[in-house]
């Protein structure tokens, strides 16, 4: 995971689930920041491989998946 090596390198701050995280807090290679704080956003993003063509499955999906984020 490249933003979990990243944050270990010491490259700056990620939000990153616990379980991804827990074995190093207790290490002490990572420290937490900000655990009172709760983000407002939902944390998903979605990965696809392209742009230019999205088969008509996925388009589908991510309309609603959007609509839902919007609350429609």
């Known amino acids: 995971?490249?933003?979990?090596?990243?944050?270990?390198?010491?490259?700056?701050?990620?939000?990153?689930?616990?379980?991804?995280?827990?074995p190093h807090?207790?290490?002490g290679r990572l420290v937490r920041l900000l655990e009172?704080?709760?983000?407002?956003?939902?944390?998903?993003?979605?990965y696809y491989p392209s742009r230019r063509y999205v088969p008509p499955a996925l388009r589908a999906f991510l309309d609603f998946y959007r609509d839902i984020l919007a609350g429609k």
């Open 1 to 22: 995971m490249r933003l979990l090596s990243a944050a270990m390198a010491g490259a700056g701050i990620a939000r990153l689930a616990t379980e991804y995280t827990e």
């Open 25 to 27: 807090v207790r290490s």
């Open 36 to 46: 009172g704080y709760a983000a407002t956003l939902p944390a998903w993003h979605i």
